[in-house]
């Protein structure tokens, strides 16, 4: 299942990058999707976030209540213009479902613009494409929290 979240931020992109790859932004971000046990660490190059967060109702008879997965983001280098891409996977933990997709974070005339564009894949024989509808909106808020933090968390 295709996933895209695009956000307007109001900063240039080296600043959003350094935002983007700064421990506590991760772990605010990732706290604002519901999630708890965090633990986030960052380089100049790669993001890890570690988290667990509610199964969605009607998997929680076979996954349990919570879900544990593991967000990386490894960063290319700088554009001349500051945007950036980078190759982000969500693998959740005792699953066969994962994310595989790409970040970028590109300059705007009021800023940049940070988008996610990535497959959804339950590799589960016959119930693969219902398990994928029902984790999508868990996986697309955590896209969508993360723009919203950066906004806040750029605001201030």
Do not use: K, N
């Amino acid at each position: 299942m295709h996933l895209t979240s695009r956000h307007e931020l109001p900063a240039d992109p080296d600043t959003a990058f350094a935002m983007l790859t700064d421990p506590a932004f991760l772990e605010r971000a990732a706290r604002s999707s519901g999630a708890t046990g965090i633990r986030a660490d960052a380089s100049a190059t790669r993001t890890a976030v570690q988290a667990s967060v509610e199964a969605p109702a009607p998997l929680q008879a076979f996954l349990g209540a919570q879900l544990s997965f593991t967000q990386v983001v490894v960063w290319g280098e700088r554009d001349p213009d500051g945007g950036r891409l980078g190759r982000v996977s969500i693998d959740v933990a005792r699953t066969p479902a994962s994310v595989a997709g790409t970040v970028t974070l590109v300059p705007t005339a009021s800023g940049s613009a940070l988008s996610w564009d990535g497959e959804l894949t339950v590799s589960v024989p016959l119930l693969g494409a219902t398990i994928e509808r029902q984790a999508a909106p868990v996986i697309q808020e955590t896209l969508d929290g993360i723009g919203r933090e950066a906004r806040a968390w750029l605001d201030r």
